[in-house]
């Protein structure tokens, strides 16, 4: 594995709620405006302790933006979706189910908070909803 990014998009792909959607597109770093995508978006990777002997516990945080129908029906369906990744997610951790790291990273936490409705399109017939992930890990030093 040779970057964080491949393996977060590899284990999202297999992730059991995504495949409920019927996916027409997958991105990294956007979404396509029209329904039935999701886009994985990178936002930042930090340290967050420095070890002495090198390396450090970093937190690299995304966001896993999915383009779905928003009329009234679909709308409760999707809020449920939303807390039904969140909920797949701690189970992960719980069982230590993580993405595949680069070498000398060791993944120890993974967590998902703030699922929402961010945007409706202009039209009301799609809606972007909105789920922050973050990603604890260990890195050794060199």
């Known amino acids: 594995?040779?970057?964080?990014?491949?393996?977060?998009?590899?284990?999202?792909?297999?992730?059991?709620l995504l495949s409920e959607i019927p996916l027409k597109k997958r991105f990294v770093d956007w979404t396509d405006p029209t329904a039935n995508n999701y886009g994985i978006i990178v936002d930042s990777n930090n340290l967050i302790r420095s070890f002495i002997s090198g390396g450090g516990k970093y937190e690299y945080n995304f966001f896993v933006q999915a383009r779905l129908r928003a009329e009234d029906k679909k709308s409760l369906e999707n809020a449920e979706w939303v807390e039904r990744m969140e909920a797949w997610c701690r189970e992960q951790t719980a069982a230590k189910n993580f993405p595949k790291m680069p070498e000398g990273c060791t993944p120890t936490?993974?967590?998902?908070?703030?699922?929402?409705?961010?945007?409706?399109?202009?039209?009301?017939?799609?809606?972007?909803?909105?789920?922050?992930?973050?990603?604890?890990?260990?890195?050794k030093g060199s």
């Open 1 to 16: 594995m040779l970057s964080i990014i491949e393996g977060v998009r590899e284990y999202m792909a297999s992730c059991p």
């Open 109 to 139: 936490k993974l967590s998902a908070a703030n699922g929402s409705l961010f945007e409706r399109d202009k039209t009301g017939n799609t809606g972007l909803y909105q789920i922050q992930f973050k990603l604890s890990y260990i890195k």
